[in-house]
């Protein structure tokens, strides 16, 4: 049973306009999540966190957004570059769980065309 | 370069032998995690130290699998009597924390191929 859920596979974007990813999550106790790049045959990257006790969190062309009541989170790139072409991938983690393990979605493949 | 290594970044075997990986953290890190990713999933979590102490093992952590932490600076991971379901690719994270959660730095990777 996926704890982490991102629903799509891949997205395409334009250069200059903005890239959305989404994250879904079933488990109410995880408080603290975080986005990571990864480019081929390297590891994966960090990219941006949240905590469970804020809704917003903005870095530069990054902004996380996290509604706890939907228990769903999204990822917004503005303004997309041809090198945010990667695979994101959305975690999870919460004080009750395997020490401060986290939990990853499978992953969205984000192709940005210039 | 100053961040997690790991080596070797590839290995090849056959079923039965019996494989070891080396993580080498970020050098001030107190944390270091074991995950597994295979194909169209993300990584999973496997197990993880704080300093020298082996904290918690995922039930994906079989007995063929052992990890160790000696003196709080390199880990090992062993897998014995290699199958062909270990092909994957193996990460090793790092990070400095004094709380609950933190933020992971992961290395290249080991890529295992279980013929």
């Known amino acids: 049973d996926q704890q982490v859920k991102q629903n799509s596979p891949s997205l395409s974007v334009q250069e200059g306009r903005i890239s959305i990813l989404n994250c879904d999550y079933t488990?109410?106790?995880?408080?603290?999540f975080l986005w990571y790049k990864k480019y081929p045959a390297e590891g994966p990257t960090f990219l941006i966190s949240?905590?469970?006790?804020?809704d917003k969190n903005e870095d530069g062309r990054f902004t996380v957004f996290l509604n706890k009541s939907a228990k769903h989170l999204s990822l917004h790139i503005v303004p997309s570059q041809p090198g945010d072409s990667a695979v994101y991938f959305c975690?999870?983690?919460?004080?009750?769980?395997?020490?401060?393990?986290?939990?990853f979605g499978k992953g969205t493949t984000l192709s940005v065309s210039s | 370069d100053t961040g997690v290594s790991q080596d070797p970044r590839h290995k090849i075997t056959k079923r039965g032998q019996n494989v070891t990986f080396r993580c080498d953290p970020i050098?001030?890190?107190?944390?270091l995690y074991w995950y597994r990713q295979t194909l169209g999933q993300g990584p999973e979590f496997l197990t993880y130290?704080?300093?020298?102490?082996?904290?918690?093992k995922s039930r994906l952590l079989s007995d063929r699998f052992s990890a160790e932490r000696p003196k709080g600076s390199f880990s090992t991971l062993e897998i014995q009597r290699t199958e062909q379901g270990d092909s994957a690719m193996y990460l090793c994270?790092?990070?400095?924390?004094?709380?609950?959660?933190?933020?992971?730095?992961f290395g290249p990777g080991t890529r295992l191929t279980v013929l």
């Open positions: 975690a999870a983690s919460g004080t009750n769980q395997a020490g401060t393990a986290l939990i």
């Open positions: 130290f704080q300093n020298e102490a082996q904290l918690e």
């Open positions: 488990n109410s106790m995880f408080d603290y």
């Open positions: 994270a790092s990070s400095l924390a004094f709380g609950p959660v933190d933020e992971q730095f």
């Open positions: 050098s001030e890190h107190n944390r």
């Open positions: 949240i905590s469970s006790i804020k």
